[in-house]
Every structure is written in C-alpha cells, then in structure tokens.
C-alpha cells in the first residue's frame, strides 16, 4: 500500500495504452464486471464520490472537464473548487434542486475490473429507483455523513440492499475531512450501524474512513487516517466475489425466451443460463410439463460450445421432440425447480396507486406472465424500527408479506437460492405500469390439494335444457343512475319470453354473502369478485344473470369479464351524469355524502371508472327506466 | 455439479449476454419491432448482437435506417452491404416534407436535425407502426441517457418522461404498453465507447472505412474540419479543399460532423487514439450544446432518439 495518496492512482493505465497498444486491450479483454450501487440520505455525498472515481479513472474527458468547472461556478455548492456532483446529476431538474431523483448508471475501469455503478438517490420517496439499483447489484456501498452517523435513510437503504439479497456491503464513512479524519467519530458510527445490522441480519460489512470530496482511502491509503488499517475503495471493489460465480455452482436452470426454428431440421430454445451449467449429453427436464431429454448441442453464432455457465445467453437442442416454449424453464433432470400457484411473498410498492387486495395483477417472474392476486398483508415493516406493523395494504415504498396466488401454476425457486426464478414484478393491467417489485419466499399447500373436479352434466348441458344462451347482463354506472330499476325492467321482459333468468342486487348482497364487507378500495373489490365468481356459478347453470352494483372499477369488471366465457359478459353502462343521479339522491345517499357523513362514496370522495367500450350504453336522461329496458332487449335478441 | 469447473466471465461475455437477452425479450414480447440502423459503429455492435440472439435464424425483424440524404456515401454503401449479410429488410425513411422543402445542413441549422432525424424517426415509426424500436444509445455518452431505462416506454406521440420511468428490476423488463404507445429499447446501454471497439475489433465486425484514418478533402469552418464528401458542398469564397489525413469519431450527416487529423489505419491504433484523446465523443456534434446544460434531455422529451 503506497503511503501517499493520489501519486499513483491503480487505475490509470495510461502509459500501457500508449505505449503497448495490443498489450493494454488484452488486459481489458479479460477484465471482469463488478456491478455496485451507492445509496445513502441527501447530501451524503453519492454523487461527490462517483464523479471523483470517475475524475480519477479518467472517464472525464478534458470537454467534460472545462464545462464542469465553468458550472462549479455557476451552481456548485463547493465555492471556487470543482464539484464533482455536478458531473453525475444529470437532469435538468436535478441540478436546480441540488438532489438525484434518479437512479443513474456509471461507468469506470481499473486494471481489473470494469465497474458499472447505480447512483441511487437518497431522497425518501425514490426508494423505488433504490431497489431497481439494488437488484442488479454484486454490492452496496452505503455512505454515511460522519457529521451526522446512522440515519433513517441510512437504515432503511441497508435493510433495502439486505432484502434484495445483496451480500457485499461496504459502510463508507464520507466526509471524514470535516471530522478532522477523527478515529472516534468513525469507531462511534461502526459501532451504531454494527448494532443495526445484526439486528436486520447483516452478518458482514467493511467498513472503511473516506472522504470523496478530498480522495482519502479511495486509491490508496491515505495519510490522513494513519489509524486506519483496512483496505481502500477501489482495493475492495477489485477482489470480492461477483454473484455470476456464485450462480455457475447451482443446479443448471434456464428459462426458455424463444423458441428458434429456422427450418424443418432445427429446433433450439434460446435463454440466458439463469444458474448452474450446460453441456451435450445432460439430461434435463422441462418444467412445468416434466418431460425429459437429453441435449445434443449446445448452439451459438460463433460455434457450438462444450459447456456454457450461469450468465451466458445460448440456444440449447435436445434428442427429443417435446413441447417446450417460451415461459417453460429447462432444468437439470434430477433436481428440478417447484411448480406452485400460491407463495408468500415479500412485497415492495412501487406506485403511488396503492395495492389493491384482490385485483389481479400481472406478474412476469423469467419469462413467465401469469395473472396473480395478492391478499391483504400479514403485515408490512417499519424500515425505521423494522417492526412489523399490521396494515390494510401497501403504499408506496411501503414493504409487506403477503400470500399472493397466480392463475395457473409456475416454476419457481424461493428467491433466496435463486434471484431468477424467485424475484417477480407486477403490472398493473389497465396502465401497464410496473406498480410493484416481490420475492417468492415458499410455496403454500393449497395448490397441490385442491383439484377441479369434472362433473358430467355441463354447462353446454345445463344451456341446452334452459333452451338459452347463458350471460351476464352486467350493469354499472353510479349510484342512483337507475341500475336496479332497469335490471328489474329487463328481467321483467326476458321473464314474459320465458327465459330464466336471476338477479343479483347491489344492495341485497350486501345482506347476505358480502355482510361483511364495508365501503374500502379492497372491500369493494373483494365485493365485485364474489359477486363475479356468483354470476359465474349461474352461468354455468344455464341462467341468465342481470347484476346491478356502481363496480366502479375497471380492472374488476375486466376480472369478471375474464372469468365469464367469451361473449357471454356483456356490459351494460348506466350513464347518467353525476348532477342528475345526484338530483334524484332516492336513498338520500348524496346528500349524506355530501355532508361528510358517508366516506369512500363514489362519485364524491370515490372515483368512478367509466366503460370504455360497453357492449351497450343506455343513456338515463334522455329515455325512461321501461325505454332503456327496451333497447337492452333489441340489442340482446336474438337469445339463443 | 463437481464435474463442471468454473468459468469466469469477462465483462464482455457478460454484456454480450445481457444485450441477446434484451433482444430475445423484445421479439418475445412486442408484437412489431424494428431495429434502428444508423450505419455507425453502435449499430454495427447492436446488430451483430441480434445476428448471435437469434442464429442460425435471421434476425426476425427488419432494419430501419431514417435517412437525412445527408448521410456520408461510404455509409450506404455498407448500409446496404450489412442489410444483405444480415438478411434482413432494410427500410428506408426520408421525411417528403424535408424533402420538398429542400431542409439541408447548411441553410437550416438545428430545423435540419428535427425535421429529417426527430420528425423523421417519429413519422417512420408511425408509418409501419412499430411498437418497439431498437437504438444503439449508451448511458457513458451523456448524462441524461446515464438515467435512461432499457427499456424505455414513449407516449402515442413519442414523448419520454423522464420523472414517470418504469422501475426495472434485476433482468425482468416490461415491454406493457397500450395501443398507440411504444418503446425504446437499449440493448447496449451498460457499453462503454471502449467496450464498444473492443467488441468490434474481437468480432472482426466490419465498420465504415471512415473510423479510419485516410487522405480525405476537408476544409476548416469555425474551428471544425468538414469532409467534402460530395459536389452539394456550397464552397464559401475563397474556400479550397485541402487533402489531409483525418477520420471520424462519430458519424452523422457529413456537413455537420468534424473529422479529427490522425494516423490510426488500424483498429488498435483507433483505440489508443481514443483512449489518450481528452476530448469527449459527443463534442464533435452540435446537438448536445443547444438550450445551456439540459440540450439532450429536451431533445429526448420531444421524441429524439
């Protein structure tokens, strides 16, 4: 270790480039990837720290480099000396407000390693761009202000990076010459995150003196912390352990994405290895079919390989003609992953829309897409003091563990053996926003002891007895627009044409099988869905089933629409505008409402979702409850 | 598992890998993407990864090169060279509205990049309806691309913003949108301009002659050397082609991109060339300068690649 800093930075190669050329590239072909994140609260010094890894590396270009200094000027918030900060924080509104809002991805080079680094923010409602740094991440180097030690961003970022699976830690105490480099002051600090740490399950961390803004312990030891005795930033960063070595030593698994067939002659399934190893002659098993084969080649661009490794995108070919495609999961024979259709799950929010229990999501975990639906939280963390906490749903940034069930079973890995086959995404069907990040922890019984049992008279059977095509007249709209009055005029007429018929009231529901359920977001979801699964049921008998609820989501009546054979829903919308049915008030509902007696009221503290594209639309202003009823019944004919 | 013995990736491999599975992900997922082919040395890389992603069968989806007429001629040439060892479509888009109105470099400034390139691209996507489009972008080139998602997802009218980008975890993308919207994907965002020759000299992949150095006519205009690459060059009084050895950092419409003096006729020559040069990649260009620090960020917002 050099005894003066900044001399002799490691990784300034420059002399090598110029004067060996074929030498130098030679070095930075067999280079490895190291893939870190910084993360702490505002004003830590993250992106200090990256631009003066970056400055030191010289991957600031002489351009780059006057630009910056003019802009220190300007709106630095280092006085005359250059700010580094500045280097990194890209966007416009960024560098007005002085804070990172997102997270950035920067490059550098040591003789080494090529380092790709996530600049996360430290502000608290970006969490989200956090975990997105975090999931990719080999390590975590969480900064600390010596000036104030362990924050509750602090905590939060570590139980974030330890959730994710991060295994490398690295506690940088910044700003250290603000400290007078003081041992106490750093011992102090280790000693309080040491106690935090155990406590949330961090059994390793290095800590390590810094200062971005000055260069201690970055490259080098540095003079100023002669008490100091561990390694320097870039030393570390050069030798620990990247997570692709870790994966090669686990069983082999590789979700399928594509399936190649160019000709009659080939059939390849193409992946990335997400674990383990492949080789010609291994006898492997699709999941979740079960089917086994054995490979014959394993097929690349640049020639068929002997054996390909965890992190490698290759396209395998087996002996065998067995149904494989994309979303399936080519295992090892021997020791295949689970197939479930119910976990527990830990969940990260992501959105400012919070979680709706009930809704169905979509979930993509590799490169599957199912349909999954999560329950209300067992509970959800306090990242402040990491206890758990009972909650109706998650919010943004808000985590929680919770049993979510998907439509049909997938192949899955509890996350902590395996981050590909174990760590999902959900996205929101109508925005397709990616609302929410989640680890499968373990699968949960229900799904291997509950069977669909065949019965011989079917729907088919029960619609012919019925001399009628079985649907859902499914009307919405809101309260007061007259649901109930013109459902109860349509039956009344399918009823005179002989047809059976059942209706399922809003109101009378609410009676019975959904007593228990009250006026929240999650209860008037769950409402819509029983009362979905109900008309389901009365379908499959052969009736004809007319429901009147506001269901005043539009993810919920496409959940209905889902479960309902196609074009047996049909979506009847109401409309009637909200002044008019507010007019009318029959149930003195608005007024109520209104007068802040009523909470969750759609139309007034509750929103309504209108039908994009109803199969029929009544219009209640200009035509009377018999009138609307009429042009149901025309644009329903013929019935059978 | 003892019978396999470890094997370390380079970063290399490893970035190679992560662009075949960005591509793989996209074909799977959008129902009409295109690749948007620009004949430079990105595209070069960026469309020899999709050649590997998708062996022994062609790239399942065509090239889209948005022509300014500007372009210099040796990139058509290998444009329509690649096009065919690919064997893959080549579309090409020429916006008829920078056509007819004659927008060219010399007379237009900025309107001749947003009319042939930014509306350009917007219209020729629109016109095949392409859902998701390829781009060759890198996050070391700029700082606002630095924040960029892989996948980035665009408004009906190709707007980006940056404030309401979906989070993207570990490698799970999400390629969701609604009818109208699309997406941007970045295959190589995590290269570096290093990576990017490296790969190129490792591949042996066949770039335009002018990332080499040659004799070529230029002349001096505000401090950058301008090729005459042909007779459309408006002389100014006085002005006289001079041949001297140079070549280019990045390539654009000829007109508006300078060329540096410099001897490298080999690939490692070029590399070390760029490695001890002090100046950054994009500064050849004028587009990164305009509206103070911010010139891309805007530039992207209004549906700029």
Same mark, same amino acid.
């Given at each position: ?640 | ?45 960026? !469309?020899?990864? %999709? &050649? @590997?992603?998708?062996?022994? #069968?062609?790239?399942? =989806? $065509? ?108 490698? !799970?993308?999400? %390629? &969701? @949108?609604?009818?109208?919207? #699309?997406?941007?994907? =970045? $295959? ?118």
């Amino acid at each position: 270790m050099s005894d003066t800093q900044n001399t002799d930075p490691v990784y300034v190669t420059e002399a090598l480039i110029a004067e060996d050329i074929d030498a130098y590239l030679d070095q930075h072909q067999h280079k490895t990837m190291l893939r870190f994140i910084t993360c702490g609260s505002v004003d830590d010094g993250k992106s200090t720290l990256i631009g003066r890894l970056l400055y030191d590396s010289k991957m600031i270009f002489e351009d780059q480099l006057d630009a910056l200094t003019a802009d220190s000027k300007k709106v630095g918030t280092q006085g005359q000396e250059i700010d580094f900060a500045l280097l990194v924080d890209g966007l416009a509104a960024e560098r007005e407000q002085g804070i990172t809002i997102d997270v950035a991805y920067r490059f550098f080079n040591t003789e080494k390693r090529k380092f790709i680094v996530a600049d996360c923010p430290g502000h608290e409602q970006y969490t989200r761009n956090m975990i997105t740094g975090a999931s990719t991440a080999d390590l975590a180097c969480i900064l600390i202000d010596a000036r104030k030690g362990v924050l509750v961003q602090t905590r939060r970022h570590s139980y974030l990076c330890h959730l994710i699976g991060i295994k490398n830690i690295v506690l940088a105490v910044n700003k250290m010459d603000l400290v007078d480099y003081s041992q106490d002051v750093f011992d102090k600090i280790v000693a309080d995150y040491t106690e935090f740490a155990k406590s949330i399950g961090i059994e390793n961390f290095t800590a390590m003196p810094i200062s971005g803004f000055k260069g201690d312990n970055i490259i080098g030891a540095s003079e100023n912390t002669p008490w100091y005795k561990g390694p320097n930033l870039i030393e570390h960063l050069e030798t620990v352990e990247v997570l692709t070595a870790e994966d090669q030593s686990k069983p082999f698994r590789m979700p399928v994405q594509w399936v190649n067939r160019p000709n009659l002659d080939f059939r390849g399934f193409s992946g990335l290895i997400a674990t383990g190893s492949v080789k010609p002659g291994d006898a492997i098993r699709v999941l979740p079919s079960g089917k086994t084969s054995t490979v014959t080649k394993v097929v690349t661009m640049d020639g068929e390989l002997d054996s390909a490794v965890a992190g490698q995108s290759v396209t395998v070919c087996f002996a065998d003609e067995i149904d494989c495609s994309r979303g399936d999961v080519i295992s090892v024979s021997d020791t295949p992953p689970q197939v479930a259709d119910q976990f527990e799950s830990t969940i990260v929010w992501l959105n400012d829309d919070p979680m709706h229990v009930g809704r169905a999501y979509w979930l993509k975990l590799g490169t599957q897409m199912v349909s999954a639906t999560v329950q209300q939280p067992k509970y959800a963390f306090n990242v402040n003091t990491m206890e758990h906490v009972a909650v109706k749903t998650l919010e943004l940034n808000a985590i929680g563990v919770a049993t979510l069930s998907t439509d049909k079973p997938i192949v899955f890995e509890p996350y902590a053996d395996n981050r590909s086959l174990g760590g999902f995404i959900l996205i929101d069907k109508i925005t397709n926003a990616t609302v929410a990040a989640g680890m499968l922890q373990f699968s949960l019984r229900r799904a291997q002891n509950v069977h669909w049992q065949a019965t011989d008279i079917d729907r088919a059977e029960h619609a012919r007895l019925k001399n009628q095509t079985p649907k859902v007249l499914w009307f919405t709209g809101l309260s007061g627009s007259g649901k109930s009055t013109i459902a109860n005029e349509v039956e009344k007429s399918l009823n005179l044409m002989n047809r059976h018929t059942f209706l399922l009231d809003g109101d009378n529901v609410r009676h019975g099988l959904n007593k228990d359920l009250g006026f929240t977001e999650a209860d008037r979801i769950e409402n819509i869905r029983r009362v979905g699964e109900v008309a389901k049921l009365m379908v499959d008998a052969g009736l004809i089933v007319l429901t009147a609820f506001i269901s005043p989501y539009r993810a919920e009546r496409e959940m209905v629409r889902k479960l309902i054979p196609e074009g047996e829903f049909i979506e009847i919308f109401v409309d009637t505008p909200l002044e008019v049915a507010e007019a009318r008030d029959v149930k003195g509902l608005y007024k109520k409402a209104r007068a802040g007696d009523l909470k969750n009221f759609t139309g007034i503290d509750s929103p309504y979702e209108a039908p994009i594209n109803p199969e029929i639309r009544v219009n209640t202003v200009e035509m009377t409850p018999q009138e609307a009823a009429a042009h149901i019944i025309r644009q329903l004919m013929p019935l059978k | 598992m003892s019978d396999v013995s470890r094997q370390t990736l380079t970063h290399l491999q490893r970035l190679e890998a992560e662009a075949i599975h960005i591509i793989r992900e996209v074909v799977a997922e959008a129902e009409n993407p295109v690749m948007l082919y620009s004949v430079g040395k990105d595209s070069a890389v960026m !469309l020899h990864l %999709a &050649r @590997k992603a998708f062996y022994p #069968s062609p790239p399942p =989806f $065509p090239l889209l090169h948005v022509d300014t007429t500007w372009k210099f001629q040796e990139m058509y040439k290998l444009r329509d060279k690649m096009a065919e060892l690919s064997g893959m479509e080549l579309l090409v888009y020429q916006n008829p509205e920078a056509a007819e109105r004659g927008i060219n470099p010399f007379d237009h400034g900025a309107l001749h990049t947003d009319m042939w390139k930014t509306e350009g691209l917007k219209q020729g996507l629109d016109k095949w309806n392409f859902d998701a489009a390829f781009g060759g972008a890198r996050r070391d080139e700029e700082k606002s691309r630095a924040k960029e998602r892989i996948f980035s997802f665009r408004t009906a009218s190709h707007g980006w913003d940056p404030k309401s980008q979906r989070p993207e975890l570990w490698n !799970l993308y999400n %390629a &969701r @949108k609604n009818k109208g919207e #699309s997406i941007r994907v =970045f $295959p190589i965002s995590n290269w570096t301009e290093l990576d990017v020759w490296q790969y190129i000299h490792l591949n042996d992949i066949p770039i335009v002659p002018l990332y080499f150095a040659d004799e070529r006519p230029v002349v001096e205009r505000d401090g950058m050397l301008v090729m005459v690459d042909d007779d459309r060059f408006p002389l100014r009084e006085g002005e006289v082609p001079m041949m001297k050895s140079v070549r280019f950092r990045t390539l654009g419409c000829y007109p508006l991109t300078g060329a540096v003096e410099s001897t490298a006729k080999t690939l490692p020559e070029v590399i070390q060339e760029t490695l001890l040069t002090t100046t950054s990649e994009r500064q050849g260009r004028a587009i990164d300068k305009d509206s103070g620090g911010a010139g891309m960020e805007v530039k992207k917002q209004q549906g700029y690649f």
